[in-house]
């Protein structure tokens, strides 16, 4: 690793995604715009990809742990595809924002949106 890439990797920002797993590919392209355009060390979601349905103790298993990636993150960007945030999504920008961690969305949000 050079010089300048290790300096990169000491002030690289840590971003959480968040968004609807309806929308994944469209999340893999921003996480790796995010990391190659901007430097940031980019955390994403967990697709379900067990041939099963989850339990019910698996969803808040996963809920709790993508809420302590974006306690671990300096922010969260939140891919909002045709401006579409659900339920899920509108929790954990509200967690962000009690946490006072920056928000960055895809396309530009509502105020209604920016409220939930």
Same mark, same amino acid.
């Not at 010089?3 to 995604?17: D, F, G, P, R, V």
């Not at 921003?30 to 990391?35: D, F, G, I, M, T």
């Not at 920056?102 to 396309?107: A, D, Q």
């Given at each position: 690793m050079?010089?300048?890439?290790?300096?990169?990797?000491?002030?690289?920002?840590?971003?959480? /995604?968040?968004? +609807? /797993?309806?929308y994944l590919k469209k999340m893999w392209e921003?996480?790796?715009? /995010?990391?190659l355009e901007k430097g940031y060390a980019v955390?994403?979601?967990?697709?379900?990809?067990?041939?099963r349905p989850l339990t019910e103790d698996e969803i808040l298993t996963l809920k709790l742990l993508h809420k302590e990636k974006i306690a671990i993150s300096d922010g969260i960007f939140v891919v909002n595809?045709?401006?579409?945030?659900?339920? +899920?999504?509108?929790?954990?920008?509200?967690?962000?924002? +009690?946490l006072?961690?920056?928000?960055?969305? /895809?396309?530009?949000?509502?105020?209604d949106e920016k409220k939930d």
């Open positions: 050079t010089q300048a890439q290790n300096e990169q990797m000491k002030k690289s920002k840590i971003i959480t /995604l968040c968004g +609807s /797993l309806k921003v996480a790796e715009n /995010l990391s955390i994403g979601v967990i697709p379900h990809v067990i041939d595809v045709n401006g579409y945030i659900g339920d +899920s999504v509108k929790e954990e920008i509200e967690y962000a924002n +009690s006072n961690k920056e928000i960055l969305y /895809l396309e530009n949000p509502t105020s």
